[in-house]
């Protein structure tokens, strides 16, 4: 294709600078909608790994009386393994959940406490957590049962509620989105019809439809790699904003910490958002230009 | 150079623009269409530049059937043909040599071919001292001239004219049919569709007559009304112009072409 990269960048930038309150608004629609997509995709990415997190946690715990002897423990372990929807349980010795009251337990009751008064304990995964209830109630009067703990109704709500709420994100990014690539094409369109005449004159001499086209392709790739380019820096901002939320919190079990991503998901999330903002800005303008070329 | 054989092209709600039309221009010939308004002129133009695909028949332009031409090489086909309207359509914010120089630019011309065709074109038309002019500094016949420079700078093979002097006065008018002579004598094909008589009485060249789409005269050095004897008379110019005898391209004096 023999059209000069210079006389493309001369002809989009002229034509953004002409129009350039269209280019604001374009540019600020597709950097509001893409903001959204990109905290919407980290959001999702966050619930899977805090809800993964969880899953692979222990789901329900099995206290044994501190008094119950060696072969009432591994009965109990033996009756829980045997259950379909159990996935593993693991043994936990008193010494071990003493430890481990150190650091959960308010100061008070830990000082009440001995290694040789402290329940031992079965931690078990479960492959369907939602039938944690299940096990409360069959093990909770057992001989030799202490109590059996599971995770609160309030995790399980919170779950609900991060899924429903990703999805709202994704259909409202979604929405967004669409009006951005409107508003690029009216832009764009708005950009021609100023220049109709230069257009036809183009055509008449026989001037390749690639050649008209190009210049106004890049000046929706202009628009929609700036607009990205500021969604990426609020979706990082968003991202840096919290990493520290979690360095400073005082509950490193809270689900903000839960929910912590790595670099690498973040740097893929932001090309997701530059990629989408490229693409729409250039295919909402091939699409503008398209109904001029036709004679 | 162009042909058209049994061209029949109407239009939305039935109106028929070109019935049955058959027409041979050679390489080199100066024709003038003329006829009424709506008798078929500018169809006729706007199916060269394929701009229009006829109903039926076919069309041969410059050894091409422009039929089968498919969508994406009809920029190159119309790189071969100039073309001049009534209304100039100079771009108003473009000088005079950036309006020249843009028709090669956009077809991919480099840099040096412009700084070199653009000037001799605009010498040619005699606007080399009006080539940092915008058109609206530009008397009408001037910006004609632009025009006429703009659609010959590429040297295309076939020069069309609609109306070209359709807005200007007698004596402007003669200028730019001069102009388009001389650039008949290059070799260029022109074919001009006009009402404007009195030019077409002065030039003495082929004269190809629509009436309601169809052809109904055919005339070596002919006139503006259909006047056999006149063109008897034959060469001998009141312009001043020399006169080139047509090619043997269509039967000389009236013919009806009626189906």
């Known amino acids: 294709m023999a059209v000069s990269m210079r006389y493309v960048s001369r002809e989009a930038t002229t034509n953004l600078w002409r129009n350039r309150m269209m280019t604001v608004a374009a540019v600020l629609t597709v950097a509001v909608s893409l903001a959204l997509v990109g905290s919407a995709l980290l959001l999702k990415q966050g619930a899977a790994h805090a809800t993964e997190r969880w899953q692979q946690g222990v789901n329900v715990v099995v206290f044994v009386d501190a008094g119950a002897s060696h072969s009432e423990f591994t009965s109990i372990g033996r009756q829980l393994d045997q259950l379909p929807y159990v996935r593993s349980c693991t043994p936990r010795s008193q010494a071990w959940d003493y430890n481990e009251a150190r650091s959960i337990e308010p100061a008070e009751v830990f000082q009440a406490l001995t290694p040789a008064i402290t329940p031992s304990s079965w931690r078990c995964a479960l492959s369907q957590p939602s039938e944690a209830s299940l096990i409360v109630q069959q093990f909770s009067g057992k001989p030799g049962v202490q109590h059996v703990a599971s995770p609160s109704a309030q995790i399980r709500t919170m779950e609900t509620v991060i899924h429903v709420l990703q999805w709202a994100f994704l259909a409202v990014a979604a929405i967004l989105l669409l009006s951005a690539s409107v508003l690029i094409l009216n832009t764009i369109r708005m950009a021609i019809f100023a220049r109709r005449r230069e257009v036809s004159v183009m055509k008449l001499v026989g001037a390749t439809n690639w050649f008209i086209r190009l210049p106004f392709m890049a000046e929706g790739l202009v628009q929609g790699l700036l607009g990205s380019l500021v969604a990426v820096l609020v979706v990082l901002g968003l991202y840096f904003g919290l990493l520290d939320q979690t360095k400073t919190a005082a509950n490193q079990s809270s689900l903000i910490v839960q929910m912590s991503l790595g670099g690498a998901e973040v740097a893929v999330t932001c090309i997701v958002v530059l990629v989408v903002g490229v693409l729409a800005g250039v295919i909402g303008s091939a699409l503008a230009v398209r109904r001029f070329l036709d004679v | ?259």
């Open chain 2, 1 to 259: 150079m162009i042909q058209f054989e049994n061209v029949t092209k109407t239009y939305k709600g039935s109106t028929v623009a070109l019935r049955n039309c058959s027409v041979d221009i050679e390489k080199g010939e100066f024709v003038f269409l003329v006829g009424p308004s709506g008798s078929g002129k500018t169809t006729f133009i706007r199916l060269l530049l394929r701009e229009e695909l006829p109903d039926s028949g076919r069309i041969w332009e410059a050894g091409r059937e422009i039929g089968k031409l498919p969508k994406w090489r009809i920029p190159y086909l119309r790189r071969n043909i100039g073309c001049v309207f009534q209304d100039f359509r100079l771009l108003p914010s473009k000088s005079v040599f950036e309006n020249v120089a843009f028709a090669l630019e956009v077809i991919g011309r480099p840099k040096h071919v412009i700084n070199t065709q653009v000037p001799q074109v605009l010498d040619l038309v005699g606007l080399s001292k009006k080539r940092d002019n915008l058109p609206g500094e530009l008397s009408g016949g001037e910006q004609q001239r632009v025009a006429i420079a703009r659609a010959f700078v590429n040297r295309p093979l076939i020069l069309l004219a609609d109306e070209p002097t359709g807005n200007l006065d007698p004596t402007t008018s003669l200028g730019i049919m001069r102009l388009l002579d001389r650039i008949n004598r290059t070799g260029t094909t022109v074919v001009i569709a006009t009402h404007d008589a009195g030019m077409v009485d002065q030039m003495r060249r082929r004269v190809i007559e629509l009436d309601r789409g169809v052809l109904v005269r055919d005339q070596a050095r002919g006139v503006y009304g259909l006047d056999g004897s006149v063109s008897a008379a034959g060469a001998g110019s009141p312009t001043g112009l020399p006169t080139e005898a047509a090619p043997e391209g269509g039967p000389d004096g009236p013919m009806a072409a009626e189906a």
